[in-house]
């Protein structure tokens, strides 16, 4: 059964559609990746699914609720984006704990959370550090400790790594890909980077002005490019 669901999903901002209409069906750990130019709809898409825009028409369906009526807390799911901010003032360990704090879990129970993310992460040094002593990359791996913390069953990125220099990148696609498979949750990724997408997905949806052009796995899609388009976009350098 498919965890997330896009049905006949729409966005328009007043006359201006940006979405017109996608259907996906994504499965329970997989890891799925929009990809396509800037301005195509990605972001909006991500965050109908996050909760954080309302959708125009259709439904979106998390489990087995349609969530299009749901805020982003009730939703089981957590999101990275790319201009992640972190709390200046405090420590890692209190910016990974601070989303159960404000859902009231005891100390012990926060810790536990804290420390398993600390160690899949490989923070557990740096537990004490605030972020202005941290390198980009780590700073990137406490963003997504926050995420995981909360154990969702659902990971929404939208261009987590675009800030990052090119070697930090490499390596954060190899983390997050190992993360993955360590926590085996459901992933959607966005970014327009194709290198990225090819790399990460078990999946790749590729989206233009609005719509999805063609959805498969990076083989099939690099092997059998629908059009022109999806040929150039691949095989173009990011
Ligand atoms: P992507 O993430 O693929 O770069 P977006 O989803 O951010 O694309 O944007 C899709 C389109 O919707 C763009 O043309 C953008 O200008 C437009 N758009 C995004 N947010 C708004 C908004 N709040 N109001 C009006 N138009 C918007
Ligand atoms: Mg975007």
Do not use: W
Request: proline residues 5%.
């Amino acid at each position: 059964m498919a965890q997330v669901q896009l049905k006949n999903v729409v966005k328009k901002y007043g006359a201006l559609g940006v979405v017109h209409g996608v259907n996906l069906d994504i499965a329970e750990g997989e890891f799925v990746v929009l990809v396509g130019p800037s301005g195509c709809g990605k972001s909006t898409t991500l965050r109908m699914v996050a909760g954080l825009e309302d959708i125009t028409g259709g439904d979106i369906v998390i489990g087995d609720r349609v969530v299009n009526d749901l805020p982003p807390r009730e939703r089981n799911l957590a999101m990275v984006f790319q201009n992640y901010a972190l709390y200046p003032h405090m420590t890692v360990r209190e910016n990974l704990g601070f989303s159960l704090k404000i859902a009231k879990k005891s100390q012990p129970e926060i810790d536990r959370a804290v420390d398993e993310a600390a160690n899949i992460l490989s923070l557990t040094p740096l537990l004490d550090r605030k972020p202005g002593a941290l390198s980009g990359g780590q700073r990137q791996r406490v963003a997504m400790g926050r995420a995981i913390v909360r154990q969702p069953e659902v990971f929404l990125f939208d261009e987590p790594l675009s800030n990052l220099d090119a070697k930090l990148r490499t390596q954060m696609r190899v983390e997050i890909k190992k993360l993955h498979q360590r926590v085996g949750s459901t992933v959607i990724y966005v970014t327009h980077d194709q290198i990225e997408a090819m790399t990460l997905a078990d999946r790749i949806v590729i989206m233009r002005d609005g719509h999805i052009v063609q959805v498969g796995t990076p083989l099939q899609v690099f092997e059998n490019p629908v059009n022109t388009f999806v040929a150039t976009f691949i095989g173009s350098p990011p």
